[in-house]
């Protein structure tokens, strides 16, 4: 029905930067929130960033200053912009999108197959 595909993860070096897209394709009427979530090894999952449909935002305490998130709604992408990267940033990088199905009303949560992001020298 909903597909979300990332793109972007790598290998950097501490200081760098990389962009992060998630794009939602399918039968889509309306996306709500759009977020980026991230587990380490060893870690829980949590939510590095996300974005209201309004373009109100909100980021964990450990980046903020650092990443930027940004929405596209033409075309159904989420941004995760990284900069000033460090090694505790390592994690795979998963988005979620909160769409409303064409010809629904119910909101469902689509997530991202995850992308791998190692920050070392």
């Known amino acids: 029905q909903v597909q979300v595909v990332e793109s972007g993860g790598g290998l950097v070096q501490p200081g760098g930067s990389l962009r992060l897209s998630c794009a939602a394709s399918?039968?889509?009427?309306?996306?709500?929130?759009m977020g980026w979530y991230r587990q380490a090894p060893g870690k829980e999952r949590e939510l590095v960033a996300d974005i209201s449909s309004g373009g109100i935002t909100n980021y964990a305490d450990s980046v903020k200053g650092r990443f930027t998130i940004s929405r596209d709604n033409a075309k159904n992408t989420v941004y995760l912009q990284m900069n000033s990267l460090k090694p505790e940033d390592t994690a795979v990088y998963v988005c979620r999108q909160l769409v409303v199905p064409r010809l629904g009303l119910a909101e469902l949560r689509y997530w991202g197959q995850g992308t791998q992001v190692t920050v070392s020298s």
């Open positions: 399918g039968s889509i009427f309306r996306i709500n929130t």
